[in-house]
């Protein structure tokens, strides 16, 4: 199925565009690259002109998903399948395009609601990328960003969407046979460009977007640069069982979290077997993510499954 390739750039509303600065520069690394207005600030990590946008004056969320095509005969057939399962799909303004540095793009809204855009044309830019303090750089190339993960009040709906209708296939699966909590998605050799997970309590779209490094160096020294200058880490590191990522989490202005990572896994389409989790439990550390996985066997013993 022709479908989605990367994902290309997040749009996130902001109420505190300084302090992200600050955390994107001091301790992530990230190129700030000024926007095309006052309330706008553009973070580079590639040769891409950004892949993320800060809005200024924003919810503290995600407000938009760019899913990247590799031309615009693709774009067309996955709006074509788009409107035939009843989505309703706009065409992006000459300045929305121009605004993301790209050819083309559509835009709709996935089963929870969530704004998603996708293009053609990747926003290069040919100044090389300047990281703003001393790392080795960000594995992205044709993986994309990076990844995400995002709360579906309705997972089945939500999966089918994402398969069927812009060709992602599955990686993995967390919880229950047949009534998983998560879903892990790839749609190039990244282990997943996005996860999706049952809403819960959730208040936010996003849970967390992840940056993947060059160097297991880096991601030690982003972890010492935010204790000492006194950055949350929600969840200190280790190594996730699924996609191997060696990582830990930081908090950000908008209160949800950046997972900085190194050494993650990747699919070869052809001997890949999908895989079913117990919990989101670690290989080791993330011990967070430990507390959480006991949390939730202690509610689903007492419901009784």
Known sequence: MNGVNQLGYLIIGVSDLEGWRGLSSSVLGLELVPGDSRSTTYLRMDEHHHRIELR?????????IGWEVPDAATLHAVAQRLENAGVRVRSGTRDEADQRRVVEL???EDPAGIRTEVY???????????????????????MGLGHLVVHQPDLEASLKFYTDLLGF??????????????????????????????????????????????LLDDVGS?????????????????RHMNDHMVSFYVANPSQFAIEYG???????????????????ESIWGHPELTELAAQMARTMAAAGN
């Open 120 to 142: 053609y044309g990747q926003p290069i830019n040919q100044r090389p990328f300047q990281p703003s303090r001393a790392i080795s750089g960000f594995k992205t190339g044709n």
């Open 56 to 64: 200024n004056g924003g919810s503290d969320d995600l407000e938009v």
């Open 169 to 214: 296939q599955v990686s993995d699966v967390v919880g229950p046979a047949g009534n998983p909590m998560g879903v892990f998605l790839h749609c190039n050799p990244r282990h997943h460009s996005i996860a999706l997970f049952g809403a819960g309590g959730a208040h936010k779209r996003i849970n967390h977007f992840m940056l993947e490094c060059n």
């Open 262 to 280: 190194w050494g993650g896994r990747t699919i070869d389409e052809s001997c890949w077997q999908v895989g079913r989790y117990d919990s989101v």
């Open 106 to 108: 559509i835009g709709f």
């Open 222 to 238: 982003a972890r010492d640069i935010a204790r000492r200058q006194g950055t949350p880490i929600v969840i200190d590191l280790g």
